[in-house]
């Protein structure tokens, strides 16, 4: 299998077993549409919560850097 492409893999494993393609159906089309959709906006959520996490952290930076701050000049 080795210095062979998938397409050439599948050309022969098509061939060797007389399989024939089927196209999908509408409902299926409609699944797969609905699947990607799903995965779009899992990926604009999971960034809108890395970026909500991002802000957390730096909020909580900022504020030990003010605690640290406030410590030593009550010494």
Do not use: C, F, Y
């Amino acid at each position: 299998m080795t210095n062979r492409t998938p397409g050439e893999i599948l050309a022969d494993l098509t061939r060797i077993t007389k399989a024939i393609a089927v196209e999908p159906t509408a409902e299926e089309l409609a699944l797969i549409e609905e699947w990607r959709l799903v995965k779009i906006h899992s990926e604009e959520t999971r960034a809108k919560h890395l970026k909500e996490k991002a802000e957390r952290a730096r909020e909580a930076a900022l504020l030990a850097q003010a605690k640290g701050e406030m410590a030593s000049d009550d010494t």
